[in-house]
């Protein structure tokens, strides 16, 4: 019995440790279209104020249509959901701090 007190002894740190709260993270790219990043996929967290964001541009058609071009992913600060329209593009800014990642665009 006193064995196994022994085997155990050094790993008795490690499993007390409390875990350790990175934060809140977000994607990070330029530009990311359809599923994939061109450029650099990366990450940042949260600090005061920020949130996640995903600005996706449009472009829009001879018809008045908005026909999806590109996303960018960030953390930003003073975040709030938002589109704005012009004559040749719309852009769409979504906002989110609810969960890690959760500026991934789904459905493009």
Not at 34 to 52: A, E, F, I, P, W
Not at 80 to 92: G, P, V, Y
């Amino acid at each position: 019995m006193l064995v196994i007190v022994c085997l155990f002894c050094q790993y008795w740190g490690v499993l007390n440790e409390p875990e350790k709260d990175l934060g809140t993270m977000c994607y990070k790219c330029k530009k990311y279209h359809l599923g994939l990043c061109y450029g650099l996929m990366r990450s940042c967290t949260l600090k005061h104020r920020q949130s996640c964001a995903a600005e996706n541009f449009y472009i829009l058609t001879n018809r008045g249509q908005s026909m999806y071009h590109y996303s960018r992913l960030s953390c930003m600060t003073n975040c709030e959901d938002i589109n704005f329209l012009s004559f040749e593009r719309r852009t769409e800014l979504i906002c989110c701090k609810h969960s890690s990642y959760c500026n991934l665009p789904m459905g493009l």
